[in-house]
């Protein structure tokens, strides 16, 4: 079974700064990975798709990369804005399953 | 466009009840998804439908957990005789691709069912 861990758990930073947050998954067999944010009491939204043969995608402040081989995925966020708290979650999908980490729960402070 | 829809968005059901969860995933969509969102957790898959058919169900805690997607499109998930675990939310996705789309398949949620079960 896919094991996903996403580190930190929780992340709390002031305003402008730029944050990595780190996906790691034991099953590299994938076919993609899309990462997510979850607000409160919320559905998950879809941030990035990154395709098993791409190393990333780029969607405005956001950047993801795909280490493959070694099971990583980076979420980059550039510019943090008191907007961007919530649970960012990264999702491998393989075997027709997309399997879920913890998350990361940030916090940006005005 | 309209998004995934699921219904109700609470349920408080007393222990031992039957309940029903709806699920209308985007116009079109050929597979749909169920999961299970434990409080703090990241969701956990409970079945998969490709069209009409039930092709995974691996997920499903028990035999009390049953879903259903009769014309491929709206999707009902079904717990009966609840018990005080199977509180959670309760998130429906549908992507756009079967497996034969698989690098390509994004999946879209709905806004969950929040079950709670005294």
Do not use: M
């Not at chain 1, 990975?33 to 995608?57: A, H, M, V």
């Not at chain 2, 998004?3 to 749909?32: E, T």
Request: net charge neutral; with cysteine.
């Amino acid at each position: 079974k896919q094991e996903v861990t996403q580190i930190p758990a929780a992340l709390s930073v002031p305003e402008g700064e730029n944050l990595v947050l780190n996906c790691s998954f034991t099953d590299s067999a994938i076919y993609n990975l899309q990462w997510f944010r979850q607000d409160p009491g919320k559905g998950l939204t879809s941030l990035l798709l990154i395709q098993s043969s791409q190393r990333e995608q780029t969607s405005g402040r956001l950047n993801a990369s795909l280490d493959k081989s070694s099971g990583r995925s980076t979420l980059y966020i550039a510019a943090s804005q008191p907007g961007d708290s919530a649970t960012y979650l990264c999702a491998p999908y393989n075997f027709n399953k997309f399997y879920f980490g913890s998350g990361t729960k940030l916090n940006v402070k005005p | 466009g309209a998004g995934v829809s699921q219904s109700p968005r609470y349920k408080v059901a007393k222990r031992g009840q039957d309940v029903a969860l709806r699920c209308d995933p985007i116009s079109g969509h050929v597979s749909l998804f169920w999961y299970q969102q434990a409080l703090g957790q990241g969701p956990e898959f409970l079945t998969y439908f490709q069209n009409e058919a039930q092709l995974d169900k691996s997920g499903l805690p028990s035999d009390r957990f049953f879903a259903e997607r009769p014309e491929g499109s709206v999707s009902t998930l079904k717990i009966q005789r609840t018990q005080q675990e199977d509180s959670a939310v309760y998130l429906c996705a549908s992507s756009p691709l079967g497996t034969s789309g698989t690098a390509y398949n994004e999946q879209f949620f709905g806004p969950g069912t929040r079950l709670t079960v005294l």
